[in-house]
């Protein structure tokens, strides 16, 4: 089967007229086809998809304009609503649950005309660092078998490495778009915090599963204030082109640049191969310098928010149905109950101070490079050596959880294989609303 080709390529095809939606959407479906183990698509939607394939051929034919993203075959993560699809969040607890709304980040990109298939797995809650659930089990990586496609939008990188989409929305609250990009050799981009609409996620205001508009994070929690939706792709291009869709503006001029870099190792362990593919990175780019402790405070402060921030809306989307949670998820939103108000205060502080003082860094860097994890995709169990160790778990994901605290932009991109042959990427951070900037910084070494 032919190498799946990129959105930025799907849409010029069908918008040129020289491919037509049915054609490109009959070729996804043939690899979703050949993938049946795969277990990415929680829910296919193909029926509907190749309504909107036709509608997009007819109006082509008829000289009528088309979308940017015409005929780009989409996949969104199963805690984002699509109004009639099912809105799981991958809990029994939600099983049978149907969205009533979708969410405007993929209104955004239907409206453009991408063509809907499916929604994809993740972890419970989308809590996890690898991509299985006790309502549909695990997905496979479709690139390297025996790794795991990451979590928690690691449906979406299953499908889009696959050739199942072309495009895919996922969700970032602590690494959950850069892992899995990291997993399978794919592209993402984690925006700053309020360029995307987040609304449409599950749980919502109080404890909402989609069956409304309030499905979205509470702002006054911590899920609200740092988790985004953004784009998974196969090439940073793709990853613009999406932005301009999901916010649309310009896209500024980009000059010089001053590159710092960091080989994460006060954030957690890292491979010896993979600082060095950081700081090789960096250098290809200009004079670069290196800055040892770039974001190393925010760590602690995010880990320490992040497990007493409240989770009054997880455990109210399940009310009356405990016992179909995993222990380990309940566990969580129980835990995370055990604070007082002073302590959650005063952790917020700390955490906000922390972000202060990282983000001081550009005032010197327009950008900073460092490792998307401190090894590369984790065994199905979620560890992976790293230089003799055994890491795995939210350790695993130090280096994305740190960026996370400075609701900055972050483009995770491949820029090397490890010994195992498995992909090496960076995060390539630049400072709030600078998104731009990290996507360009980006291509320019995916160009390499």
Not at 13 to 22: C, I, K, N, Q, Y
Request: glycine share 12%.
């Amino acid at each position: 089967m032919s190498t799946p080709p990129s959105a930025s390529a799907v849409a010029a095809a069908v918008g040129g007229g020289t491919r037509s939606a049915r054609e490109v959407l009959d070729e996804h479906r043939a690899r979703a086809d050949a993938h049946p183990h795969l277990n990415a698509l929680v829910a296919e939607d193909w029926h509907r998809a190749a309504a909107a394939a036709a509608s997009i051929d007819i109006r082509r034919s008829r000289g009528e304009p088309l979308g940017p993203l015409a005929g780009v075959p989409l996949t969104v993560k199963d805690v984002v609503a699509v109004a009639g699809l099912p809105l799981t969040a991958g809990s029994r607890a939600l099983a049978g649950n149907v969205a009533g709304t979708t969410a405007p980040a993929v209104a955004r990109l239907l409206a453009a005309d991408a063509v809907l298939v499916g929604k994809t797995n993740c972890p419970e809650f989308a809590f996890g660092s690898t991509c299985a659930n006790d309502l549909f089990g695990a997905t496979a990586n479709p690139r390297f078998p025996e790794r795991s496609p990451g979590g928690s939008s690691g449906g979406e990188a299953a499908a889009l490495a696959a050739g199942v989409s072309s495009l895919g929305i996922g969700t970032d609250f602590g690494g959950s778009l850069r892992w899995p990009a990291q997993c399978t050799g794919l592209v993402a981009l984690r925006p700053s915090v309020g360029r995307v609409a987040a609304a449409g996620q599950v749980p919502g205001l109080a404890g909402s599963v989609g069956a409304t508009d309030r499905a979205w994070p509470s702002p006054t929690s911590m899920q609200g204030r740092f988790q985004v939706v953004g784009p998974l792709a196969r090439t940073v291009a793709d990853l613009a082109l999406a932005l301009d869709v999901l916010a649309p503006g310009p896209r500024p001029e980009v000059g010089p640049v001053r590159i710092g870099w960091s080989d994460g190792a006060r954030l957690g362990p890292v491979r010896a191969e993979i600082a060095e593919a950081v700081r090789t990175a960096a250098e290809s780019l200009g004079p670069a310098r290196e800055v040892p402790d770039a974001f190393a405070g925010c760590l602690q402060p995010y880990n320490d928010l992040r497990a007493i921030d409240p989770m009054h809306d997880h455990l109210r989307s399940v009310r009356g149905r405990e016992e179909l949670v995993s222990a380990a998820c309940l566990q969580t939103f129980e835990d995370s109950l055990g604070a007082g108000p002073d302590r959650l205060a005063e952790a917020w502080r700390t955490a906000l101070a922390a972000q202060d003082t990282a983000l001081e860094i550009f005032d010197r860097f327009d950008v900073v490079l460092l490792p998307v994890a401190g090894g590369p995709a984790c065994l199905p169990d979620g560890t992976v050596e790293v230089d003799g160790a055994t890491v795995g778990g939210w350790e695993l994901m130090a280096h994305c959880r740190a960026v996370t605290l400075l609701g900055a932009p972050a483009v995770a991109v491949p820029v090397a294989t490890s010994t195992e042959g498995l992909p090496i990427s960076v995060q390539v951070v630049a400072a709030p609303g600078r998104d731009h900037l990290a996507l360009a910084v980006a291509a320019e070494l995916e160009r390499g």
